[in-house]
């Protein structure tokens, strides 16, 4: 058997098309950047969404199925791929659109059951704003305690004026209950 038969069936096995499993060594993270954005309802960047895509540096092993996405928790997305033992956690910016859709009581069990990041600290300065979508009227005022988004608040307009409950929408910003179209 002379030489050229085995380079050329050398050649046609390297040539032969692979399985996309073993072409694909790493995971794709446009795909989890995707994944993230359609489990927590908003795109990068945008109130609620990544606040940035996944770092293109990470290098995480292709996982067979599709990565699990479980949150947001404690201000992310978590996803991680069971089979393979790898996890991230995905920041979201504050301000989700569920937060801002309805006031959420401050009594709730379910807003007692997970503590959750202040983002209004005693004694910021917050605007205060009340309307809906056609009409909203806001004042500064300060924050008399600290507050997660979605939890109701005291603040005032000065250390003599009485307190006046409000939702913490996001950072910086609180409203009147009761407005829920805005």
Do not use: H
Not at 28 to 52: F, H, K, S, Y
Not at 62 to 71: E, F
Not at 129 to 134: D, E, I, M, P, R
């Amino acid at each position: 058997m002379s030489k050229l038969p085995k380079i050329l069936l050398l050649a046609l096995f390297a040539l032969a098309p692979k399985p996309a499993l073993a072409q694909q060594k790493f995971e794709n993270l446009d795909r989890i950047d995707g994944l993230v954005a359609m489990t927590v309802g908003a795109n990068i960047g945008e109130p609620g969404g990544p606040i940035a895509p996944v770092d293109r540096r990470l290098r995480l092993a292709a996982c067979p199925s599709a990565p699990s996405i479980d949150g947001p928790v404690f201000g992310a997305a978590i996803v991680k791929c069971d089979a393979l033992g790898w996890r991230i956690r995905v920041p979201l910016a504050a301000g989700s659109a569920a937060a801002a859709a309805g006031p959420v009581g401050r009594y709730a069990p379910a807003a007692r059951s997970v503590p959750r990041e202040a983002v209004v600290k005693k004694g910021d300065p917050v605007q205060l704003v009340a309307g809906n979508a056609v009409f909203n009227v806001s004042r500064v005022m300060v924050a008399d305690e600290d507050g997660a988004v979605g939890q109701t608040i005291r603040v005032r307009e000065d250390k003599k004026s009485a307190p006046v409950l409000a939702q913490v929408v996001e950072m910086g910003i609180v409203r009147v209950p009761g407005f829920n179209d805005f």
